[in-house]
């Protein structure tokens, strides 16, 4: 099956890793030069294309008049939501998906015809649900529901929190910590859990404790 995939931000790289290990042909669009030179070297130079995935001529280039799947994950709901329309109308793309930044764009998305979305809700129900979604993290910004943030943060080896169980944590009220990537590996969290330099942790924190989340993590690499 071969699979384009436009936008190479976190979501986009860790998907890319994911589909590459299933077996999948897959082709991705960066148009940051630098960015997509950087991805290359960690995904192969055939697996990574530079350019803008919204430009007929780049999707000429990138084959998607052969593709099976196009997925637009950029950070962009403007964007995802053009590279879908095109991969359908211009190219007759079979399968879309787009990432939805924006959890109330999803009706606008489905409107144009766009019915395969995936939102920050749907993704961080998933992972509380299941507790493991292998190779795929990303900041998912603001819920649909409720006044609660999914953020990210990768510990370095100064943060306070390294070495700990999370039992041993003191979390800011009705925050939790749901999801970690480690290396290769995705683990579910439990009390029994202890974080390690390098971890990529997701929390489910109110959006008034997320200042605390951060003190808590303190010199993560980004939070």
Not at 70 to 94: F, H, L, P, R
Not at 131 to 156: H, Y
Not at 165 to 179: D, G
Not at 188 to 216: N, Q
Request: glycine share 10%; hydrophobic share 45%.
């Amino acid at each position: 099956m071969y699979m384009i995939l436009v936008g190479g931000g976190n979501v986009g790289f860790h998907l890319a890793k994911r589909l590459l290990a299933a077996g999948h042909e897959l082709l991705m669009l960066e148009k940051n030069p630098e960015h997509a030179q950087r991805l290359a070297g960690l995904l192969g130079s055939e697996n990574v294309m530079e350019g803008d995935g919204c430009e007929m001529l780049t999707q000429r280039d990138a084959g998607f008049n052969r593709a099976d799947v196009v997925i637009a994950v950029t950070g962009e709901d403007e964007d995802n939501m053009v590279v879908c329309q095109m991969a359908k109308v211009v190219w007759s793309v079979d399968r879309v998906l787009a990432r939805v930044n924006d959890p109330a764009h999803v009706d606008v998305f489905k409107r144009v015809g766009i019915d395969e979305t995936v939102s920050a809700t749907d993704i961080i129900y998933s992972l509380l649900e299941q507790q493991i979604m292998p190779d795929f993290v990303m900041p998912v910004g603001a819920l649909g529901r409720g006044d609660f943030e999914v953020v990210e943060a990768e510990l370095s080896s100064r943060s306070p929190v390294v070495g700990k169980a999370v039992r041993e944590l003191i979390l800011p009220p009705q925050t939790n910590l749901v999801w970690i990537l480690r290396g290769e590996e995705g683990i579910g969290v439990s009390g029994d859990t202890t974080l390690m330099e390098g971890d990529i942790v997701v929390a489910l924190v109110p959006r008034s404790h997320e200042a605390d989340l951060r003190d808590l993590f303190s010199t993560a690499t980004r939070v």
